[in-house]
């Protein structure tokens, strides 16, 4: 019955039909054929599956970020990252990443980084004379580094999916996630060198910085009561990320003033449509990841991985190179669901702590984000910008060897992902 599963997701794939249908119905017809297990099998798991506190979490991470791009906190977040870095070469490219790691602070969604970031930036740039593909790769390859840098969606699929701490995931992307956005920034600054984009005439100055920081005090206060709470033991990632669409729906409504009641309708209906997608492939992705457990499919590729070698170094760049072909063509949170009991076991036998596979895996399916033909960033960047996908990803290239760079790092230094946790 595992190849049918996969023959007929593969099929499905190739047909264009969604990956949480299509991971469904790849399993019906298996079961259809097989006729061992009762097609209902399924729809337990569609329901089963998503009954979880942990994933709480994410309807309400996904509402927070919408209310805090519509409540005015990503302008505030712009101004301080300008501050920074506007005066360097290439300024405004470089501000687009540092508010995207901002905003990944807050929202836990690449998608969502892009669309609250890209919204204001990519027009800016290219008012300034950035070339727009450019423009559009900077802003679509930044906001990977949205599941990277606590909160993450992601990371609570992975601590649910692996049983591992989603307090520890969180701490454990930190740093990972600074790396990412410093390694866009060396891109960055390199091709606006080399194409002339100059900063801005004001200088960097400790008391401009202090001013954008007092400005946007209460942006900034968000993923400080996110991660301080969830650090400090005073509550779950799950209760963190309903504190967290409170706190930002009483500054965009009543401190800043800009979310207004025609807003929250809008606010909740894109919020409700990203979840109940998400939650579909949840529950898709367990009931196909359980049939092929039944199948003894983990198993099964973990002992083919581990005949090729029992070297570490090649078992996790085997791992790595599945999971960036898998990122090309499938959803981040499906293939955590489906990889995950398959992979963190051989990880773990090759001595990876499951902290460090977990974060190896989200920056490895965060640049799926980017990588055409199913890269969600891609899609939102160009609807935006209006640059054609080919033209895109062609401009997004560079910036997806500089991940891979900063992904092998991580890899092989256990330190920068786990220097929070010692």
């Known amino acids: 019955m595992g190849l049918l599963i996969f023959v007929s997701f593969a099929v499905l794939l190739i047909l264009t ?3 949480g249908i299509a991971l469904g119905l790849s399993a019906i017809i298996a079961l259809l054929i097989d006729g061992s297990i009762p097609v209902e099998f399924i729809i337990k798991e569609l329901t089963t599956s998503t009954n979880s506190f942990p994933l709480l979490a994410i309807p ?3 509402l927070a970020g919408e209310i805090m791009g519509r409540g ?4 505030r977040l712009i101004a301080v990252a300008e501050s920074l870095v506007g005066s360097v070469t290439g300024g405004l490219a470089m501000t687009a990443i540092v508010t995207s790691m901002f905003f990944a602070a807050i929202s836990g969604s690449g998608p969502a980084t892009v669309a609250a970031v890209g919204g204001l930036m990519i027009p800016a740039m290219v008012r300034k004379g950035y070339d727009i593909r450019f423009s ?3 802003v679509a390859s930044a906001g990977s580094i949205g599941v990277i840098i606590p909160p993450s969606i992601p990371m609570v699929m992975y601590g649910v999916s692996g049983s591992v701490s989603i307090g520890d995931m969180f701490m454990a992307g930190i740093i990972p996630g600074i790396m990412v956005g410093l390694g866009l920034m060396i891109y960055a600054y390199y091709y606006s060198k080399k194409a002339g984009y100059k900063g801005s005439t004001e200088k960097i100055s ?3 910085i202090v001013k954008k920081v007092w400005l946007a005090k209460w942006s900034l206060l968000i993923p400080v009561i996110i991660l301080g709470g969830i650090y400090g033991g005073i509550f779950t990632p799950t209760e963190a990320a309903a504190i967290a669409v409170f706190v930002g729906f009483i500054i965009g409504a009543f401190v800043y003033r800009e979310l207004k009641m025609k807003d929250i309708y809008a606010t909740f209906v894109d919020s409700a449509l990203m979840t109940a997608t998400i939650l579909i492939i949840v529950g898709s992705a367990t009931g196909f990841g359980k049939l092929l457990a039944m199948e003894q499919m983990p198993i099964k590729i973990a002992n083919y991985l581990l005949s090729l070698s029992t070297e570490p170094f090649i078992i996790i760049l085997l791992i790595i190179a599945l999971l960036l072909i898998v990122g ?3 959803d981040t949170i499906a293939a955590i669901i489906i990889l995950t009991p398959i992979l963190l076991p051989i990880a773990t036998a090759v001595g990876f702590d499951p902290v460090h596979f977990g974060i190896i895996m989200i920056i490895s399916l965060a640049i799926g984000f980017i990588t055409p033909p199913v890269g969600v ?3 939102v960047g160009s609807s935006i910008s209006g640059v054609s996908m080919e033209s895109l990803s062609k401009a997004i290239f560079p910036f997806i060897i500089s991940m891979i760079v900063i992904l092998l790092i991580v890899s092989f230094i256990p330190g920068f992902s786990l220097v929070f946790l010692d």
């Open 72 to 75: 005015g906190i990503s302008i």
């Open 328 to 330: 090309c063509f499938m």
């Open 377 to 379: 960033n891609l899609f």
């Open 17 to 19: 039909v969604p990956i």
């Open 136 to 138: 559009t790769a900077v």
């Open 60 to 62: 309400f991470f996904i």
């Open 206 to 208: 400790f008391n401009n």
